[in-house]
């Protein structure tokens, strides 16, 4: 399966399984979600591919819940966000907009254009979670700043940079539902981020050498770390151009409580240029990996 499909999944720039779910990291978007992120018809029939996917991580088909294994436990920073639009100069075109402050968005019907600013029509949005989408419907009045109108909440707002036009993709004519989860159309995902990047300071930390910190990112456990950095501490005391190193590609797989795990081994024998005598030698071992790929999981 993985041989016939992976052309298709690569120029989807589809690379890990977390892509496909929700922002919450709890639910599978459907077919029709992932060609409507890609602005793409949904009209094609499922691919046999996304079928395969389905078989394998759905729990609850009915509300695209997925099994305990797969779920990020947290937001889902990887998965497909909607790709904006910006508001056209064509006065006879009548958007769909998402306005107002990033605390605060709100979604709206463009009803009358001008050269710096549009009256919108306020629309109330509701989460149909088990969808995976969001309902709406015309707002019948509310304390806005803008007035009230015979048939329905209307005001005048500048056109700025905060205005985000929904692809025609996402919007179900005569079904007042848009074909994604509000967390998407608010954004909520970029204010989380923003609250993230205010916590305190608790304690200073030494900045090493980009070497070195290249391997503290890969976050491998304590002691394999420092013994690869005391390697690498040793490498560059010796001040030499080239080694030769000599390793073993051996990889264990076997499958516990359900969940896939790999067990690969690393070892290592370091000589000089030459190859007159070893200077290094290393024996480690890590488990599992940060993130499942598509391909991987196609394949199993």
């Known amino acids: 399966m993985w041989k016939r499909s992976r052309t298709k999944i690569s120029e989807a720039n589809l690379i890990y399984l977390n892509q496909l779910l929700d922002t919450k990291g709890e639910r599978l978007i459907t077919w029709q979600q992932l060609k409507n992120y890609q602005n793409q018809s949904s009209r094609k029939k499922k691919a046999e591919w996304f079928k395969v996917i389905e078989l394998k991580v759905l729990e609850r ?16 920073t990887q998965a497909i966000r909607i790709k904006w639009k910006q508001i056209l100069e064509d006065r006879r075109k009548r958007e769909w907009i998402v306005y107002d402050a990033q ?10 254009k001008k050269k ?19 309902e709406i419907s015309r707002c019948d009045g509310c304390t806005r700043e803008g007035g009230q109108a015979e048939d329905g909440c209307q005001q005048w707002i500048r056109t700025n940079k ?13 079904n007042n ?27 200073p930390e030494i900045i090493e050498e980009l070497e070195i910190e290249i391997v503290k990112w890969q976050k491998l456990e304590k002691n394999v770390c420092q013994e690869i950095i005391n390697t690498l501490r040793r490498n560059v005391a010796r ?15 076997k ?42 999981l196609v394949a199993i």
């Open 103 to 112: 605390i605060n968005r709100q979604l709206g019907k463009i009803v009358k």
């Open 61 to 76: 088909p009915e509300n695209r819940e997925i099994k305990s294994q797969f779920k990020t436990g947290r937001h889902n």
């Open 239 to 253: 001040s030499k151009n080239k080694y030769i190193i000599y390793t073993d590609s051996a990889v264990n797989v």
């Open 116 to 134: 710096r600013k549009i009256l919108v029509e306020h629309w109330q949005m509701r989460s149909k979670e088990d969808e995976l989408s969001t």
């Open 177 to 203: 539902k848009i074909s994604t989860e509000i967390d998407q159309i608010t954004e909520r995902i970029e204010t989380e981020k923003l609250k993230n990047r205010e916590w305190r300071l608790k304690e």
């Open 255 to 296: 499958t516990k409580r359900k969940t896939l795990l790999k067990n690969m081994g690393i070892e290592w024998v370091q000589t000089n240029e030459i190859q007159e005598w070893s200077e290094e030698e290393l024996a480690l071992s890590l488990k599992g990996w940060p993130f499942l790929t598509i391909a991987e």
């Open 162 to 174: 905060n205005i985000n036009v929904i692809p025609n993709t996402l919007i179900k004519k005569n």
